[in-house]
């Protein structure tokens, strides 16, 4: 025992030996070959990795990179609900030129380190208006018409089902997602007054966003009551659904980023895609260009800012004559003759 | 005695430390980054600046609330892992009170708040203390039962009773309900939201020091603790004993809402705690039931906290988060290891001190 | 001359200030069973632990067969010959019998099957040779305790121990099992062995020892021949003064009843009935001493007296009141006091404080409590005034009572309880493990109280203590009262035939 803490006493004194060395030390951090913009993102709580909205945030900074040039080397994941303010702070002390936060749950945290830093530019996915309130001058809300895309993809689910019945499987249960489930609700009704859609959540925390387990549970009961397409708007629980789906041989929708994989390849009927990528994209390219404005940005299908999945993955899933149609709501939709509800 | 266990109590601390710092830089050197810049990021990110300090310090606040609600259950010879979901329900009581009473001066409101938080999280903790008390079924389980259900019932109750369209939080509490950040009276904390409950914070552990050492319940709380066989000798009823335990530590764990309500958000928001009750065991292990030892302690973790986030912009998450449980695992092992090692030393000089 | 075969030369061995060995020489002779008596703290175990590698000495030596020996652990000692049975078996509980002998053994690969068969023949040749008695195959935690110290020795046997060491080996065992086990000891000698016998008990040592030597204070005071001795020269040489443990009769007739127990029925925690209609009375000023092998109902009988065990059926008054139904508390408020029999577990709080130890029961009278906040100062008054009155060791009231040597933690309990200005004292085994000096003082104590008209309940597998104490003596067998002798004419051999359930 003796000698077993006077070993470590060693250890201790040999690392902290080397504490003073490195505070002497100037940081080195290793200049970054860039051009561009500097950006800061940060993720939600346990966000990243999620396939779907955060990554696709993600997959838009690293285009920034690519082809902006942007330094996009300031990302944070945050452990908890209060780390989200804190870790914006962090970033908007260094100097940077945009920060995005990503999600809605950034709303009130961006509003307060924005007014504490009216210098800076920030950004919101999913930004939540508050009745009344305004927009701070140097915060762009981006926010998303996920109806409209739904709404396709709820037509089409209901033009190729045999049972006339449908699934939607949300994550938390949640205004947001609610959006979703109206989209969906009136493509299906529009394209079949007939259809049923039953409609389940996951659960009320945010962990319903991380549930597979429960995903696959409501997927496989949805299914058993004859639905034969499910669409989910609920993160990594999807992945459940998807499961589901490829062991009932049934289909599933995937949402946010295109979720067909080669292994739910003729399951993955299409994915309701929302453009964070390009939305932030085209926020970095704005500051480039010196263009960068605040306020509110509505992306519908007019803006490309949502839309749905037709490509080589799964055109043999969907006739030639179904997609024209598709394409046809869809114009109908951008030219306002068709008013989708968001609840 | 004192100056006696004064090396000791330093012994602990920087063993650990040391050691894990050595464990993190193999970690950081193995992803190609300098261990050095990490490690001095880290300090000046959380002690460099007054905002480190203050982050440290709001950090630190639940920390202190939920270690001293698990020390003392651990005095008392019980294990509430139920810390998370007595705070999450303490901490929608003390918004619901905010934002339902609003007429209510401020000398009277906020203390409600608090009051409505104590007695939510003592209610959620004196559940599974009364399911031992009654039917002998161990509060491991059923503390951790409670939370699934502390954190499903207000996460319903944010998105279905108490909505606020679009997010998923209550409504704001009353202005009156507000606890003062330390920035409005010490400017130079500017932005943290570190905040009066810190000092709520500090008053509860002397209480708790009060309570566990001074009075006749913390005695018998620990008569209990130790030995249940000798607390019914001394005509010490088990049952109520270990109810008081569950419903004290839970009050604790309920005043949490006070750092996160009252003084930062002003609302209560699903998820808003990600394992505050879970490190509060981490807290209370190494705090060894002492009430400046949990503020040490919770001081610590909450360095650790915000100095992961500060790092995190250099080495990802994953790596952040293996740093931090080294640390607090080489925390508790080496705290053993010296105690251990002192309580050797005491007995050899104590096996021979009944020889004059 | 042969040289012996341990010898210890000149030991010292200080903690801190103290010196647990002051020079200490002690030769045992090979085959000879050797005792080392003295009291709790004369530093036996030290040297004991010297010897047995597990401490090192500061200075001096030890010879094993006149050559001279380092052991740096038990590992070493072992490999020398050196075999310790200690207090609390080594043996592993949920395991059988050869798999313990197994355990830990040179030579056994550890991941190859056992050879069992092989090892239980060689259990039963060596089992029969000393006349130990053990099933090979048996669960160590089935058997009874007298079984597993047999097991135990098998075990240092196996080791190939030709020297072995015992320490307290009677303190676990019933009466019955101690007689056994001299049986086993004076085989062991027979064969050649080696033995040293460590204990306080001087009966034994008259009854198996052949060589004795006496410790006090970290010095050897004395060494006799066990034929040359006696019982109170042993005694004298232990305290350093005159010892008296002789009867002494009570001075007044005793008075009312305190204590009423009517056909009493208890059972124990797996619901076996334990007392069956047992009824006694306990007046005030005499000392009723209740005798019997252990685990024939005097733990569930004192349990239920105390408050501490439901009672099945019968009543339990306490002057003239029925306190059958009440809890701990009212019944120590009226003035019943309790030494347990297991301290560590019921009577003692180990990681507590001595002055918090000698609280505990009493953290409610308003002496010691306000509403809310307990009065420190008197509580530490108190602590000294009964540490000092006694005799705790060391006098330290912030030490935790886990740090205190067993005798001393008994002294605190029994200062506690008689601390208390008690009508009724309910002792159980209230000098288990306790040197001469602190029997001697506690007997005086109990006496002295029964003086003053308190009602005493005595229960103890000491026969001896049973006799010269009580007034009555109440004989339990199979969960009854099976006979009761005035404590004046009591015989051991009557009190015996009673207690294994013979007529009387």
């Known amino acids: 025992m003796k000698r077993a803490a006077r070993w470590m006493g060693w250890v201790m004194f040999g690392a902290l030996a080397l504490l003073p060395l490195g505070c002497a030390k100037k940081q080195d951090s290793k200049p970054v070959a860039s051009t561009g913009p500097r950006v800061g993102l940060v993720f939600d709580v346990g966000g990243r990795g999620d396939q779907s909205f955060n990554d696709s945030a993600w997959r838009g900074l690293q285009k920034a990179q690519a082809q902006l040039g942007a330094d996009i080397a300031n990302v944070v994941e945050p452990g908890e609900g209060s780390d989200r303010e804190s870790a914006l702070r962090g970033l908007a002390a260094k100097d940077l030129d945009l920060i995005f936060g990503v999600g809605f749950i950034f709303t009130d945290d961006i509003d307060r380190v924005a007014g504490d830093f009216p210098g800076k530019h920030f950004a919101c996915i999913d930004y939540a208006l508050k009745d009344g309130a305004a927009v701070p001058p140097n915060v762009l809300a981006l926010k998303f018409k996920e109806e409209e895309g739904s709404f396709l993809v709820g037509a089409l689910a209901a033009w190729l089902s045999k049972t006339h019945r449908l699934g939607f499987v949300g994550g938390m249960d949640i205004a947001l997602i609610h959006k979703f489930a109206a989209g969906f609700q009136a493509g299906a009704k529009y394209a079949d007054p007939n259809v049923n859609v039953i409609v389940k959540y996951a659960g009320v925390t945010g962990d319903a966003f991380k549930n597979p387990t429960k995903g696959k549970e409501l997927a496989l009961g949805m299914y058993s009551e004859g639905a034969d397409i499910i669409f989910h708007a609920s993160g990594a629980t999807g992945q459940g659904v998807f499961e589901a789906a490829k062991d009932q041989k049934k289909l599933a929708i995937g949402v946010d980023s295109d979720q067909w994989r080669p292994e739910y390849d003729g399951v993955v009927l299409t994915s309701m895609i929302k453009n964070v990528d390009e939305s932030v994209f085209q926020a970095v390219k704005a500051v480039k260009a010196g263009a960068w404005k605040g306020g509110v940005q509505e992306l519908g299908l007019k803006e490309n800012g949502v839309g749905y999945v037709y490509d080589a993955h799964n055109h043999r899933l969907i006739p030639a004559e179904i997609h024209d149609r598709l394409e046809a709501l869809k114009a109908r939709i951008i030219s306002g003759e068709i008013k989708v509800p968001k609840e | 005695m004192s100056l006696r266990r004064l090396p000791q109590a330093l012994a602990v601390p920087l063993l650990a430390l040391g050691f894990s710092l050595l464990v993190g830089a193999v970690f950081v050197l193995a992803i190609g980054r300098d261990p050095v810049a990490v490690y001095a990021e880290l300090l000046r990110g959380t002690l460099g600046s007054p905002y480190g300090v203050g982050q440290v310090l709001f950090k630190a606040t639940p920390l202190i609330f939920t270690g001293l609600a698990c020390a003392l259950a651990f005095r008392a010879g019980l294990v509430n892992i139920g810390a998370e979901g007595q705070l999450y329900v303490g901490a929608f009581a003390t918004a619901w009170a905010g934002f339902t009473f609003r007429g209510a001066p401020a000398l009277v409101l906020a203390p409600a708040c608090i009051l409505a938080g104590a007695l939510a999280g003592a209610a959620w903790g004196a559940v599974p203390g009364i399911l031992k008390a009654r039917f002998g079924s161990h509060e491991v389980i059923n503390t951790i039962m409670l939370n699934f259900v502390a954190i499903a019932l207000t996460g319903y109750m944010v998105s279905n009773v108490f909505v606020v369209p679009e997010t998923v939080h209550t409504p704001e509490i009353a202005a009156a309900a507000r606890l003062p950040r330390f920035e409005a009276f010490m400017p130079f904390f500017g932005g943290s939201p570190v905040n009066v409950s810190f000092l709520l914070a500090l008053a509860a552990a002397a209480g708790y020091a009060l309570l566990m050492n001074r009075t006749r319940l913390g005695y018998e709380l620990r008569v209990v603790g130790h030995s249940a066989g000798a607390g019914e000798y001394a005509g010490i009823r088990t049952g109520p004993a270990v109810i008081t335990a569950m419903a004290l530590s839970g009050a604790l764990a309920g005043m949490v809402g006070s750092n996160f309500v009252l003084g930062y958000k002003h609302y209560f928001e699903g998820g808003f705690s990600a394992g505050i009750g879970f490190m509060g065991l981490a807290v209370a292990l190494l705090a060894q039931g002492s009430a400046v030892g949990v503020v040490l302690a919770a001081l610590f973790f909450g360095m650790l906290s915000h100095g992961a986030l500060v790092i995190n912009t250099m080495v990802p998450k994953e790596l952040v988060e293996i740093l931090q449980a080294t640390v607090i695992a080489s925390v508790i092992v080496s705290s053993n290891v010296v105690q251990d090692y002192a309580r050797r030393r005491a007995r050899e000089r104590t096996a021979a001190g009944v020889t004059p | ?439 001697e003082f506690i007997h005086a104590r109990l006496r002295e109280a029964r003086d003053q008209g308190v009602a005493v309940l005595l229960v103890s597998a000491d026969l001896r203590e049973v006799m010269s104490l009580s007034d009555r003596i109440l004989v339990m067998y199979g969960g009854r009262v099976v006979g009761e002798v005035p404590g004046r004419d009591a015989r051991e051999d009557r009190l015996g035939t009673l207690m294994l359930g013979g007529a009387a």
């Open chain 3, 1 to 439: 001359m042969s040289s012996p075969a341990v010898e210890l030369l000149d030991i010292h061995k200080s903690f801190s200030r103290v010196k647990a060995n002051d020079g200490v020489n002690l030769a045992v002779a090979r085959g000879e069973i050797h005792a080392l008596v003295g009291e709790n703290g004369a530093g036996k175990s030290t040297l004991m632990k010297i010897l047995y590698g597990l401490y090192a000495p500061d200075r001096g030596e030890i010879r094993i067969d006149g050559k001279p020996a380092r052991f740096r652990g038990p590992a070493d000692a072992l490999r020398a010959g050196l075999g310790m049975v200690h207090q609390h078996f080594m043996l592993v509980r949920p395991f059988t019998v050869v798999e313990n002998m197994l355990l830990g053994r040179e030579g056994v690969p550890p991941v190859l099957p056992m050879d069992r068969v092989a090892a239980s023949r060689e259990i039963r040749d060596l089992s029969g040779r000393y006349a130990l008695d053990v099933e090979p195959g048996a669960v160590v935690e089935d058997l009874p305790v007298g079984v597993q110290q047999r097991a135990e020795i098998l075990r240092v046997l196996l080791h190939g121990a030709s020297i072995l060491i015992f320490d307290e080996p009677t303190a676990v065992l019933t009466p019955q099992e101690a007689t056994d086990f001299f049986r086993v000891l004076g085989g062991l000698r027979d064969q050649g062995k080696t033995i040293l016998l460590i204990t306080h008990k001087l009966d034994e040592v008259m009854q198996v020892a052949d060589r004795v030597t006496v410790m006090r204070a970290g010095r050897v005071v004395g060494e006799r021949a066990v034929r040359d001795t006696s019982p109170a020269e042993l005694a004298r040489l232990m305290v350093g003064r005159d010892v008296a443990l002789g009867r002494v009769e009570g001075e007044a007739p005793a008075g009312a009843p305190v204590l009423e127990v009517r056909s009493l029925g208890v059972r124990d925690s797996r619901r076996i009935a334990r007392v069956n209609s047992v009824s006694f009375q306990v007046r005030a000023g005499e000392i009723v001493g209740i005798a019997g092998v252990e685990g024939n109902g005097q733990t569930e009988l004192v349990e239920a007296i105390a408050g501490l065990r439901e009672v099945e059926a019968g009543t339990i008054h306490m002057d003239g009141r029925d306190v059958t139904g009440s809890r701990v508390a009212q019944r120590q408020r009226s003035g019943l006091v309790h030494v347990p029999e297991d301290r560590q577990r019921r009577g003692l709080v180990l990681e507590m404080s001595l002055a918090e130890n000698l609280l505990l029961g009493r953290q409610r009278e308003s002496e010691f409590s306000g509403r809310v906040l307990l009065r420190a100062e008197p509580i530490l008054r108190m602590a000294r005034r009964l540490s000092e009155e006694f005799d705790v060791r060391p006098r330290d009231v912030s030490l935790k009572t886990r740090d205190f040597s067993g005798g001393n933690q008994q002294k605190i309990v029994v200062a506690r309880e008689l601390g208390r200005a008690p009508r009724l004292i309910v002792a159980s085994q209230p000098t288990r493990g306790v040197d001469i000096g602190a029997i």
